[in-house]
Each structure stands twice: as structure tokens, then as C-alpha cells.
């Protein structure tokens, strides 16, 4: 197992330089170079005014040193510049200073500085990432155990109404994009004039106007500084915060269920045909043959091999998340890792788009090792030589 995961971290690695190397190239087109360049400066700038900024910040040199000095193997550029000002990638107003480093990268834990959020790229995805954190630990807390529950459940009635109604339901979610439910939902939920929220302020079911708030903005607050919980050690009384006191119901109801209800039909599918497939087994028959509980059939012989084939499934929803909370967090105004990526490829900010890709591509190899390492030990049959 030991040399297993150190081939697979060194292949993770190989991967993660190629992956980020065309993200590199992309990012650093012409064209995009000379829209920030105006957008940095002047719209009305001419051609050479804009080469000659290109030329001042390190622009123009090729791909291949400028990837070098962005992961901090290779020293790190100066340029004196027309104005007189020697500037480098390693100073953050971009003027070099006396304390000024020469190795400035990802290795340095330099992410350069963001253009949108006027803040270092490395504190903006601290903030972001931990949000979207939040929000992928709600939706998985409600779609993964609602979605196994439903495909076992459909999976031992295999053909039965309960089996029709619940994939069809399953399918219908899967089918319905973010963009499509979250705007239902809202219209549905959280409108003072439309949906359900009047109806049963009329009745007086609820005495609020709405049910839900369609903003999650006040979800992803940060924690106030006098706030203090006793029995929880300093380091993780910001992540209690953001995971049990800022999300609340109202607030952040509508996105968990919209990312939820996207994924939960795919997984409760991949169950219902795993468990229906394992129910058929000759084991199976030969246990109820001898007179086993069905409950106790279900629970100690065929849940763990119906589970083998969906958690592959759900440990591939942990990247799929990462791209749909971009269309929720946008639709939600919640200020996650998706919206910081909106904004970033919105205004062509070079250095968090990099920052963002690199979360990904780290996130995406982490949990393709943790499903096949988990994958040997729901699967006995499977060794690793």
C-alpha cells in the first residue's frame, strides 16, 4: 500500500505540473495580456504603451521562465522600467524593496496578489475555499445519506411502484440544471409576492413573508472577533462558526438544496442498480432460503457490496462541486470559491484564475487516491500489487 500511494502521489504531481503548465499557457495569451494591460491602465492605451507596460512587469519574456518563476524555481524577474522604479513579481506594489526575496512561488507559498479583491491571492482562497468548504459539507450531509437510503430502498423493490416512482424522481433531478432549480426555488421560497411564502403567511402557517432567503451572502460572514466557545480549542473555533452559527436555515437552505438535489439523483441511480444487482445474488437467495431476517439480509450481507460501486460515485462529486457551486454561488451571491473564480476570469485577474486552478487540479487528484484506496478496502477482492 506504502509504494502504491507513493507512485500514485508522484504520477499526482507529474499531472498537477502538466495541468497547471496549460492553464499557465491559457491565462498568458497575448490577447488576455493586452486586456489587462488596459484594464490596469487605460483602455485608450496605444500598442506601444501597452508593451511597453507588458514589458516594464515581466510579460514579455517567454512561457517557460515565467512558469519557472511562478512555482519559485527560478529566480524571480527585474526590470527597471522607464520610470526609473525597478519593479520584480517578488514585491507586492511591484516596486523592489530592500527586504525584497528573489524566489517568489507556489514553493515560496507566494500566490502573487489579486487585482480584484486588492488583497494577496493566498488570503483571498483562504477565505473563499473555507466558504465553499462550508457549503460542500452541508450539501454532502444532506445528499449522500438521502440519496443511499432512497437507492437501497428502490434497490430492494426492484420493479415495484415505490422503484418506478423514486427513479423517476431521481432522474427528473439529475436532469434539471442549478441554474433551472435555484431560480425555481427562489421563485417558490424566498418570494414576498409569488410561491408559497404569501400562501402560508395567509393561512398563517408562518408569520414571516418569506420562507427562505434567496442571498446567502450573510452565510459566509466572517466570525466576530469577541466571539468564544469554551470547550473548543482556538484553531477550530473559526471553522464551528462558519459551520454551525453563520449558516443558518433560512439563509442557506435554498443553495445546499440546490447543489443536493443535482447529485443526489445520480448517486441514489448508481445504488438502486448496485443493490438491485446484489440482491439477486446467490448468497442472497441462499440466505433467505435458511429463514434470515430480512432486515439483518440487507444490513450485514448486501449493503456493504451494493456501497462498492456508489462510492466511487460520491467521492467523484467532491470535484464535480467544486464547478457547480460556481453557478450557485453566483445565483446565491455567496462568496465562495466560485464566485471568487467569476470575478477573477471577469476581470482577467491572472493570478487567483491560477490559484483557483491549482485548488482544483489538487482537490481532483486527492480524491481520485482517497476512492481507490478506499475502493480495496470495501472490495477485498481487489489487491494492489
Known amino acids: 500500500m ?36 488596459k484594464t490596469q491602465g487605460n483602455f485608450r492605451m496605444s500598442e506601444a504603451e501597452v508593451s511597453s507596460y507588458l514589458r516594464d512587469r515581466g510579460f514579455n519574456r517567454p512561457i517557460t521562465l515565467k512558469y519557472g518563476e511562478w512555482l519559485g524555481v527560478v529566480p524571480s ?3 527597471e522600467g522607464r520610470d526609473g522604479e525597478t519593479r520584480s513579481r517578488c514585491s507586492a506594489h511591484g516596486v523592489i524593496q530592500s527586504n525584497t526575496p528573489r524566489y517568489c512561488g507556489i514553493i515560496q507559498g507566494y500566490w502573487g496578489q489579486s487585482w480584484v479583491f486588492k488583497e494577496p491571492v493566498a488570503d483571498v482562497i483562504a477565505k473563499r475555499l473555507s466558504a465553499t468548504g462550508v457549503l460542500m459539507f452541508w450539501v454532502f450531509l444532506v445528499m449522500v445519506p ?7 430502498l428502490a434497490g430492494m423493490k426492484e420493479g415495484s411502484r415505490l422503484d418506478r416512482t423514486l427513479s423517476t424522481g431521481a ?41 427562505f432567503k434567496g442571498s446567502a451572502t450573510s452565510a459566509a460572514k466572517e466570525m466576530p472577533t469577541d466571539y468564544d466557545i469554551y470547550w473548543l480549542p482556538d484553531f477550530l473555533e473559526g471553522f464551528w462558526w462558519k459551520v454551525a452559527e453563520a449558516p443558518t436555515l433560512e439563509n442557506f437552505m435554498l443553495p445546499v438544496l440546490t447543489i443536493a438535489l443535482y447529485g443526489m439523483g445520480y448517486i441514489a441511480r448508481m445504488t438502486r442498480a448496485s ?10 437467495r441462499t440466505a433467505r432460503l435458511k429463514g434470515v431476517n430480512f432486515r439483518n439480509i ?3 450481507h448486501a449493503l456493504r457490496n451494493a456501497l462498492i460501486a456508489p462510492f466511487t460515485v460520491i467521492m467523484l462529486q467532491i470535484p464535480w462541486l467544486l464547478t457547480g457551486v460556481v453557478i450557485v454561488e453566483t445565483l446565491f451571491n455567496f462568496k465562495g470559491l466560485g464566485f471568487a473564480l467569476v470575478q477573477a476570469a471577469g476581470n482577467n485577474d491572472i493570478d487567483l484564475l491560477l490559484a483557483v486552478s491549482v485548488v482544483s487540479v489538487i482537490v481532483v487528484l486527492m480524491t481520485q487516491l482517497i476512492s481507490d484506496i478506499g475502493y480495496v478496502f470495501l472490495n477485498p477482492r481487489i489487491s494492489i500489487s
Open 2 to 37: 506504502g509504494i502504491f500511494i507513493i507512485r500514485r502521489t508522484a504520477l499526482m504531481l507529474l499531472t498537477a505540473i502538466s495541468l497547471t503548465f496549460i492553464v499557465f499557457v491559457m491565462t498568458n495569451l497575448q490577447p488576455n495580456l493586452e486586456k489587462l494591460a
Open 77 to 79: 524577474y527585474r526590470i
Open 146 to 152: 438521502s440519496a443511499l437510503f432512497l437507492g437501497v
Open 171 to 211: 432522474i427528473a433531478t439529475t436532469a434539471t440544471p442549478e441554474y433551472v432549480s435555484g431560480v425555481v426555488f427562489i421563485a417558490l421560497l424566498a418570494s414576498s409576492k409569488f410561491g408559497l411564502s404569501p400562501l402560508f403567511n395567509s393561512l398563517g402557517w408562518s408569520d414571516k413573508r418569506i420562507l
Open 275 to 284: 443493490m438491485a444487482e446484489v440482491m439477486t445474488s446467490q448468497y442472497i
Open 298 to 300: 440487507v444490513i450485514k
